[in-house]
């Protein structure tokens, strides 16, 4: 478990609008609510960033978040994320905004206090490139997309 900083930017958050949480005891990932100003319609195929209300700083660069979207809503309405996956990384400090996109046939109207996302605390494992002029031989070799068969 980490301890992770937030400030609340909206004065609505934690008042009207619940804190992020997570829903379950066994929910992975925490949810995140929109906190626009008034609420926001989302014609088909259209992108808006929707404010969370807070800001956080995870601080430990062994840590990072996923801004993730929310099963249901993607399913039943067609409202997805914007870059399909956010990433925080630990010295990120500014507010959390979400991209929504509706990629339905219908309008979407986001109101605050909705649920609209999720963010997962995830730990980092840092790489070093090491170069080389081959590779050790692998089973798949150096098949690409595809590859090993479709399904």
Known sequence: MIDV??????????????????????????????????????????????PTGLAIHIGDPGW???????????HRHGLVLGN???????DYQGPLMVSCWNRAQAPFTIAAGDRIAQILFMPVARARLQRVETFDPSARGTGGFGSTGIG
Do not use: K, N, Q, W
Not at 64 to 71: D, K, Q
Not at 84 to 90: E, K, M, Q, R, T
């Open 5 to 50: 900083r937030f400030r609340v930017l909206d004065p609505r958050l934690g008042a009207g609008i619940p804190l992020p949480d997570y829903a379950t005891a066994g929910s992975a990932a925490m949810d995140l609510r929109a906190a626009p100003e008034a609420a926001l319609t989302l014609a088909p195929g259209d992108s808006v960033l929707v």
């Open 64 to 74: 990072c978040a996923l801004i993730l979207p929310r099963s249901g809503l993607g």
């Open 84 to 90: 399909l996956v956010g990433l925080i990384d630990a």
